[in-house]
Nanobody, 118 residues
Framework: QVQLVESGGGLVQAGGSLRLSCTAS????????MDWFRQAPGKEREFVAA????????NYADSVKGRFTISRNNAKNTVYLQMNSLKPEDTAVYYC???????????WGQGTQVTVSS
């Protein structure tokens, strides 16, 4: 069994920053790509960012490029999402997920709420 625990969400004003963390247990974390997704009220869950097992390659949704940065520390079994220049439209519950194969997500965290006020 795998547990993913997100933290770092909260309320921030537009233009502010937050850093989300996702810590994994119960699996060889370093072997797998990790992703962040988000889901706003009334909307479908959407991809935000991904990082390969080594951290050497990243991918971002167009809506967050240049503002968000995904990274990981395999020694700490943790993946991060640094979010800068936040906008009200970034308000959502943010989830991390393990990517067992390309676009195959097998474990999810419980989510952390990010609210950006205007």
């Amino acid at each position: 069994q795998v547990q993913l625990v997100e933290s770092g969400g909260g309320l921030v004003q537009a233009g502010g920053s937050l850093r989300l963390s996702c810590t994994a247990s119960g699996r060889t974390f370093r072997n797998y790509a990790m992703d962040w997704f988000r889901q706003a009220p009334g909307k479908e869950r959407e991809f935000v960012a991904a990082v390969t097992w080594s951290g050497g390659s990243t991918n971002y949704a167009d809506s967050v490029k240049g503002r968000f940065t995904i990274s990981r520390n395999n020694a700490k079994n943790t993946v991060y999402l640094q979010m800068n220049s936040l906008k009200p439209e970034d308000t959502a519950v943010y989830y991390c997920a393990t990517e067992a194969a390309p676009r195959v997500y097998d474990y999810w965290g419980q989510g952390t709420q990010v609210t950006v006020s205007s």
